[in-house]
């Protein structure tokens, strides 16, 4: 059976990881084809090495890491070393990490900032299922300006076949 990671942050002011196991628990072959596992972890910058402990001790085959970074400018920069992590995790494994973050001074408004976590936690893990299992999907919407957290800004150009 495969096995699709979910990493997701105590910091974070929205449960993402409990939005993106939902949205895997939707896709079709939950159970089995595929099982899901989760961890926790303290703060974003924690994310790269939990995703690559999933990767090589329990045999993932994706993950998709969810993080919130603050307003202040020093989590701007943490977010960023955070997402270096991320980075080098994928390389050293070769294998996918989902980088799911929503920034804090993305919305001011509470509740628009939790749609925001919504909307990008479930189409990431959605588009971890199509990753694995049918990548047909992502190759139609290439070039369709698809956005994960708000609506898609659409293509600049028509498409050519």
């Keep these: 059976m495969d096995r699709i990671g979910v990493v997701d942050t105590m910091f974070a002011r929205h449960d993402m990881g409990a939005e993106a196991i939902d949205e895997l628990k939707q896709c079709p072959g939950h159970g089995q084809r595929f099982e899901i596992l989760h961890r926790t972890v303290p703060g974003f910058k924690d994310l790269g090495v939990e995703c690559k402990r999933l990767i090589e001790e329990d045999d993932c085959d994706i993950v998709v890491a969810l993080g919130m970074p603050g307003k202040a400018a020093i989590d701007q920069v943490c977010a960023h070393e955070a997402s270096q992590g991320i980075m080098l995790a994928?390389?050293?494994?070769?294998?996918?990490?989902?980088?799911v973050f929503v920034h804090e001074n993305e919305e001011e408004d509470p509740e628009r900032l939790a749609a925001v976590c919504v909307d990008r936690a479930r189409k990431h893990a959605r588009n971890a299922y199509w990753m694995l299992y049918e990548p047909e999907q992502l190759s139609r919407r290439a070039g369709q300006g698809v956005r994960q957290g708000y609506g898609d800004a659409g293509p600049i150009s028509p498409r050519r076949h």
Excluded: A, C, D, G
Aim: proline share 0%; no cysteine.
């Design 90 to 99: 994928q390389l050293l494994t070769n294998t996918h990490i989902l980088e």
